[in-house]
Nanobody, 120 residues
Framework: QVQLVESGGGLVQAGGSLRLSCAAS???????MGWFRQAPGKERGFVSL???????YYADSVKGRFTISRDNAMNTVFLQMNSLKPEDTAVYYC???????????????WGQGTQVTVSS
């Protein structure tokens, strides 16, 4: 069993930055740790993921603005979000899974989510 707790969300103006954290406990070895987001009325979508050995992947919409990183010693994953846009507004979820995939349904463990709101 893996428990995930996100933190770091909040309200920021367009062009600003936020850093999300996801602290993992329990059986923490997973192939992939990912960030997903869900805006009101939309499906949960892929943002970024990092593999156990540090390979990173990004959705096209955030490439060049967001950076994911992983501290295995601390069992924590970070998402640095720069140049935020109003369309980045969503609840952001951390997830852990055994497979290298951007498909949310393939992730076994989820955090409770943290709200990110970007004002124009």
């Amino acid at each position: 069993q893996v428990q995930l707790v996100e933190s770091g969300g909040g309200l920021v103006q367009a062009g600003g930055s936020l850093r999300l954290s996801c602290a993992a406990s329990g059986r923490t070895f997973n192939v992939a740790m990912g960030w997903f987001r869900q805006a009101p009325g939309k499906e949960r979508g892929f943002v970024s993921l990092v593999t156990w050995n540090g390979n990173t992947y990004y959705a096209d919409s955030v490439k060049g603005r967001f950076t994911i990183s992983r501290d295995n010693a601390m069992n924590t994953v970070f998402l640095q979000m720069n140049s935020l846009k109003p369309e980045d507004t969503a609840v952001y979820y951390c997830a852990a899974g055994k497979f290298l995939t951007s498909e949310p349904s393939n992730y076994e463990y989820w955090g409770q989510g943290t709200q990110v709101t970007v004002s124009s």
